[in-house]
Every structure is written in C-alpha cells, then in structure tokens.
C-alpha cells in the first residue's frame, strides 16, 4: 500500500471535480484528483452543451474559461414549434445575456490540460475508490491502480463523482433527506452527424410528444425525442427516429436536416437532491448532490456553481475562517431548488400536451400555459430569467 498526504481529495473529474482541482491548485491548496475512467474516456463522454453566461463569466474570471470564451458559439433565442407555427422567444433581449454552446467534452478537455499542464496531481483509472474516518480530523481515500493499493489522508473530500458515484452512499440516511422526483418517461438522447437545421434550439411541442433540436457544431447536431415509459433504444431505429423527429419538429418553411445517427441513448427522467450536501469532512458538488433532468440544460450550470462555492469556502478555511464551509450546503441549494422548479414546470409544457389520450385535462393545462408564455412580455420575461438563469438573486 502506497500512502501519501494531501489536503483535499477530489473524487470525479468531472465539471465540478476539475473545476474543484484547478482553483484548489491555483489558490495553493494541495489537493489529488481521482477519476474511474481513462483521461481518453472522459474527453470523448458527450452530453451537455448549454452553459449558461454567469457561469461562463465565473469560470473566464477565474482563468479556466478563455478558450471557450474564444471559440463557443452564443444563443440568445430559441424557437416553440406549436400548432404548426414557430414561435422565437428572444430572451437575450429580455436579459442581455445568452447561452455559450460548447460540448461538455471540450470543457472537459481544457479543464484536464489546465490542471496536469499546471502539475495538477491527477489518477486516471483510479478503481475501488473508498472513503474512510469521514467524521474524524484526517479522513482518508483508498483505491487501486494497475501499480497497487493506495491511500490517501487528507483534511477534506469533495465528492464529485456524479449521480452513480460512491460518495453520496456516505451522507448518512438518519439525517439526509433526499427529495426524488420521476417524470414517468423517457428521452431518447440522440447525436446526428448533420448540420444544425436552424441557428437556434428548436423545442417541439406536439400531441406526439416533446422533440428538440440543439446545435452542438456545424457537423453534429443534438436531438431530443420523448418516449414512453420502458421504451428502449431497439424501440426505436433510425426510420422510426426521422419519421418523429419531422412530426414534431417540423412546420411550414422550418424542415430538419437528416444524417448518421452517431448516439442513441435513452435518459430515464428523474431529478433528485440531498440535503445537507455535507457530512462530516465530505463535501458534495454536483450530480453527486443534484440531479435535474437535462429539461432545461440545468444540470452542467449547477455543478459549476457549486464548484465555485465549495472552493471559496475551502479557502476561507484555510485563511481561518470555518464558517463558509459550514454553510456550504445553504449556500448552494437555493439555486438547485431553482433550476429544479423551472425544470419540472417547463416539462409541464414539453410533455403534458403528449397526455391528451390519457389525460386531456393536463394537456389543455399545458396549451394555455404555452399561449400565455406566447402572448405576454411579463410572462416571456419571467420565464427569460429563470431559463437563463442565475439573473436573480434566488
Ligand atoms: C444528454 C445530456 C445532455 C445534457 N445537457 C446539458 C446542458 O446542455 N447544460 C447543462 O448545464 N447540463 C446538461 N446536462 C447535465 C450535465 O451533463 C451534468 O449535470 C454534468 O455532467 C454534471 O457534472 P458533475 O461534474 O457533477 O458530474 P459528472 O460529469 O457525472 O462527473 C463525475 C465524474 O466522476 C467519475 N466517477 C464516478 N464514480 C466514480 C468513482 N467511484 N471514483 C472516481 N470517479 C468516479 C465519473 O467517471 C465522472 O467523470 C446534460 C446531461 C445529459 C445526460
């Protein structure tokens, strides 16, 4: 066995876990980075796009956004496809700011070069990762490489290893709760090699069911489809995938654009939170805390937020002052319970029209509240600050 000291093991490199390391690194805070996966693996992982513009300018402040500053493509409207017309919702407008479209992959990828270019002390393949003596002054991580067995003792743990991670085992059951919520369907998450077929993200709302389109780069584009509760990717071939995503996405003069289907997964909706999202010397950040459903392209934003905070409070603690860390977890979770809300209420509008069969009440539900957002500048403003987010003070 293998040990060594630091003061804080980051478990995850993800968003949040990197984005944890890279600022622990620059504030002079010693720290170790362990990852399950190769550094090629999570370089190629695709799934978020969307980043939010306060986000953006927190990481470009503290010099970890500059080539995505550089090279991400803005947004700063969407379309509603309804009833067989288009609908653009300009929410810059409304809030002078905009998305930056940038690959989570690519954010990813910049935050690896950063850390290990900088001698950012990482491990890759870092299996059986263990958390011990949580509660005490020295907690440890233990886990295996290809070399051995190694431990790790630290003063902190930032769990960062996302929604199927091992850290969130450890908060305990008496005094966490952890509010859960499914949506009973599914998304069929797909990656096309096809150029975007409009400039911005098309949200299909259809007595079919919800479809969306999403820029990624002008080769690949994201799709979305709606799917029915056990439905899985077998269920649906590639005929299957265009037929819908032309019934739903498609109105006069706004047709989709075919290609290659590069990814097809099915996401199971469900959002959950833990409360607290500390225990002891472990601290959470991200999925490992929060899930939200990728609804409102929440999910990428909140790990940065939380990222942020966790590691203005591990320096306060270091500079003397406990008190940031010990309010963490209050800290974090008003925007979470933010981002959650919007998402559930906006997939009142994406899903229920889809319920007409089963439960026209709903559905009709969902069409008022999509001509109200259409028809009033106070209610596209109200929904323009929450969908690009943290505008508020929440
Ligand atoms: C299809 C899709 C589209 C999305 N689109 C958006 C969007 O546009 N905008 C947005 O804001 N969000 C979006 N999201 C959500 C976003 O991808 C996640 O919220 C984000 O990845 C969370 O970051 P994280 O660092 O908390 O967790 P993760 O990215 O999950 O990182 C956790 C890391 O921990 C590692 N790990 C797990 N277990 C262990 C272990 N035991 N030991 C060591 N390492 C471990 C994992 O390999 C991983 O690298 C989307 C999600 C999906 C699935």
Same mark, same amino acid.
């Given at each position: 066995m293998v040990a060594t000291r630091t003061a804080v093991v980051v478990v995850g490199a993800g968003p949040a876990g990197l984005t944890v390391a890279n600022l622990l690194r620059r504030a002079g805070i010693a720290c170790v980075l362990l990852e399950e996966r190769s550094r090629g693996f999570i370089e190629q992982r695709p799934r978020a796009g969307f980043i939010e513009e306060w986000a953006v300018r927190g990481l470009e402040a503290r010099g970890l956004g500059d080539k995505l500053v550089a090279t991400a493509p803005r947004h700063e409207e969407f379309e509603f496809r309804f009833a067989g017309q288009r609908h653009v919702v300009r929410y810059g407008d409304v809030t002078g700011q905009r998305h930056f479209v940038y690959p989570q992959q690519l954010l990813v990828t910049d935050l690896v070069a950063q850390y290990t270019d900088a001698g950012g002390e990482a491990v890759f393949g870092a299996r059986d990762v263990r958390l011990h003596?949580?509660?005490?002054d020295s907690p440890a991580v233990t886990f295996r490489t290809a070399d051995g067995e190694h431990r790790v003792d630290c003063d902190f743990v930032a769990g960062c290893d996302g929604a199927r991670g091992v850290s969130q085992g450890h908060l305990p059951p008496e005094t966490t709760v952890k509010a859960h919520h499914d949506y009973g369907i599914g998304w069929l998450a797909l990656l096309a090699e %096809? *150029? *975007?077929? %409009?400039d911005g993200v098309l949200f299909g709302i259809h007595p079919r069911g919800f479809a969306a389109h999403m820029a990624r780069t002008p080769t690949v584009t994201r799709f979305y489809l709606q799917t029915a509760p056990g $439905?899985? $990717? &077998? =269920?649906?071939p590639h005929e299957r995938v265009w037929e819908e995503l032309h019934a739903r996405l498609t109105v006069p003069g706004g047709d989709i654009v075919e290609g290659e289907l590069i990814e097809k997964r099915i996401l199971d909706m469900h959002n959950y939170v833990v409360e *607290?999202?500390?225990?002891g010397r472990l601290h959470l950040a991200g999925e490992s805390a929060h899930l939200v459903a990728p609804i409102a392209a929440k999910g990428m934003n909140l790990a940065l937020h939380d990222a942020f905070l966790l590691t203005e409070a591990l320096q306060a603690h270091y500079a003397g002052d406990p008190t940031r860390l010990a309010g963490y977890s209050a800290a974090c979770l008003p925007l979470v319970w933010q981002y959650q809300e919007f998402s559930l209420w906006l997939s009142e509008i994406f899903h229920?029209? &889809? &319920? %007409?069969? =089963?439960n026209p009440f709903l559905a009709r539900i969902a069409e008022a509240r999509m001509r109200r957002l259409l028809g009033s500048p106070a209610a596209v403003a109200a929904f323009a600050e929450l969908y690009i987010g943290k505008n508020a003070d929440f």
């Open positions: 003596d949580l509660t005490s %096809a *150029p *975007p077929s %409009a $439905e899985t $990717e &077998a =269920d649906w *607290p999202m500390s225990h229920n029209t &889809a &319920a %007409a069969t =089963d």
